[in-house]
């Protein structure tokens, strides 16, 4: 059985694993060093951005990696990646107390 995780690499799980209590199993699942539940709820931080739905969230945390490096970048940073546009990388730059 494989933990989808949207990265490169899918976790495997062991028959080991399916003993464990539910929820285990995601918190050692991780995506570039950040557990996956920590990734869904940093998603669902930036979905709460006017123009960011679910993909764009993934797309900005793939690209990123994490908030303190989104919190680092400027607006032609942002504007890189496919979707963003200046009016949305200025939203998240404001979103995140970053005068742009």
């Not at 028959?15 to 570039?32: F, H, M």
């Not at 709820?41 to 793939?62: V, Y």
């Amino acid at each position: 059985m494989k933990v989808s995780t949207k990265s490169q690499n899918p976790i495997t799980v062991t028959a080991d694993d399916r003993e464990r209590p539910s929820g285990v199993i995601e918190s050692l699942a991780t995506t570039e060093g950040i557990s996956v539940e920590v990734r869904r709820i940093q998603s669902s931080m930036l979905q709460a951005i006017p123009g960011l739905g679910p993909d764009k969230a993934d797309a900005i945390l793939t690209h990123f990696g994490n908030f303190q490096r989104i919190a680092s970048a400027d607006l032609n940073a942002l504007i890189q990646i496919s979707g963003i546009g200046p009016v949305t990388a200025t939203r998240i730059l404001w979103a995140l107390g970053i005068q742009p």
